[in-house]
């Protein structure tokens, strides 16, 4: 069976652009969250959606980060304008029903220069 | 406000001995608690999970943990270490109930020592 699939794997891309973000996740899986990793911070928790209705993007850091679910099978996070600050690896999971395992994607490494 | 604290941020064991990685949680509700596993440049993977059944879990791999109310514990074992157990472990707490935003500790980094 298919992961969740997360494109691109790696991005660099200099100050100022706008990044997308890409994921889709397992077919059937109900829930889908968003995760930023760096060393300082750890893992963190940037929005969660479920039935493709953000639940809580309490963990978006600003007005710069969005994300968006248009349909069961694909989800994006944007932002714009990136920062230095935002290089990070950034990934994605879903899972199948409320409290059920969370499967992670192999995540997006991202480079702000 | 769930919490959870990882004692540890590297931890090295011989090839064969005991694996001990210790995860203690905060939460103002029974918890949910995981176990994941990441390896270098993949996301992480499920190694187990408590869910309020039994208290001591099996989970792949050969790891189990053991969920200890009074302790606000949840270690995890493994009673004797491989080589392609090296990787960062990750502890996590949800509070369920339709709750599913999970909390993860800091990590612990394990070395296998041949």
């Known amino acids: 069976d298919a992961g969740v699939i997360q494109s691109p794997r790696h991005e660099v891309t200099e100050m100022g652009q706008e990044v997308t973000l890409r994921c889709k996740p397992i077919?059937?899986?109900?829930?889908l969250f968003w995760y930023r990793q760096t060393m300082m911070r750890g893992l963190e928790l940037l929005i969660y959606?479920?039935?493709?209705?953000?639940?809580?993007d309490s963990g978006m850091p600003e007005d710069r980060f969005s994300a968006k679910m248009p349909n069961a099978s694909f989800s994006t996070l944007k932002i714009q304008p990136s920062e230095p600050r935002d290089s990070a690896v950034y990934f994605c999971a879903s899972s199948l029903a409320l409290m059920q395992p969370q499967h992670f994607g192999d995540g997006t490494r991202l480079s702000i220069l | 406000a769930q919490s959870v604290t990882q004692l540890g941020s590297h931890v090295s064991v011989s090839e064969g001995a005991l694996v001990l990685l210790r995860c203690n949680y905060s939460?103002?509700?029974?918890?949910?608690l995981f176990w994941y596993v990441q390896y270098p440049n993949q996301g992480l993977q499920l190694l187990l999970k408590y869910t309020s059944a039994a208290t001591l879990v099996k989970g792949i791999n050969g790891f189990e943990a053991e969920f200890k109310k009074s302790e606000t514990s949840f270690h995890l074992t493994k009673p004797s270490a491989h080589m392609s157990d090296a990787a960062e472990y990750f502890c996590a707490v949800s509070e369920g109930f339709g709750n599913e935003k999970l909390t993860f500790g800091t990590g612990t980094r394990l070395t296998i020592i041949p």
């Open positions: 077919s059937g899986h109900n829930s």
């Open positions: 939460s103002s509700v029974p918890p949910y």
């Open positions: 959606f479920n039935n493709n209705v953000p639940i809580d």
